[in-house]
């Protein structure tokens, strides 16, 4: 799937079905079936590439966070202490369990120098950028 930057007029009709085919890919993984996909932010600073994701009642010990020919994972779970059978809810939105996020990163990165800090709620993911890749000339023998 291409990364595209972000545009507020020209993905707003796009953004039910970007969350659909999330859910399918995730839906087709070994433990995304049933699991809480968190939306991301990604950006670009100078030097790194950045990935903001909201995990409100996540204990970051909880969480797992790879990065793997340049998609990064990022899986935990989340739970609640009380017992749901001694409330009487009227609604119940705020789901519990198995959390599952796969992303292509939009650039190169090194990967074994990503940093991850937990702050407010927000797991915050800075992956500094690799150097660019310089063309390799590759020469041509001839055969007499």
């Known amino acids: 799937m291409a990364l595209v930057k972000w545009s507020p007029f020209f993905f707003e009709p796009f953004d ?4 659909m085919f999330d859910e399918m890919q995730s839906s087709m993984t070994p433990r ?7 939306p991301v932010d990604i950006y670009e600073t100078e ?9 409100p009642g996540v204990d970051p010990d909880c969480l797992e ?3 793997d020919n340049g998609v990064l994972t990022i ?7 009380t017992e749901v059978d001694d409330k ?3 609604r119940k939105e705020v789901r519990t369990g198995s959390i599952f996020r796969q992303v292509p990163l939009p650039a190169r990165v090194q990967e ?7 702050e ?5 993911i800075s992956l500094p950028k690799a150097e660019a890749r310089k063309a390799i000339k590759v020469e041509v023998k001839k055969h007499s």
């Open 47 to 55: 030097t790194a590439v950045v990935v903001e994701t909201p995990m």
């Open 120 to 124: 407010n709620g927000i797991l915050k």
């Open 112 to 118: 074994g120098e990503a940093q991850a800090s937990f």
């Open 32 to 38: 995304g079936g049933g699991s809480i996909i968190p």
């Open 88 to 90: 009487n809810y009227y």
């Open 16 to 19: 039910s079905m970007d969350k």
């Open 75 to 81: 899986k935990g779970t989340s739970e609640r202490k």
């Open 65 to 67: 966070i790879s990065i």
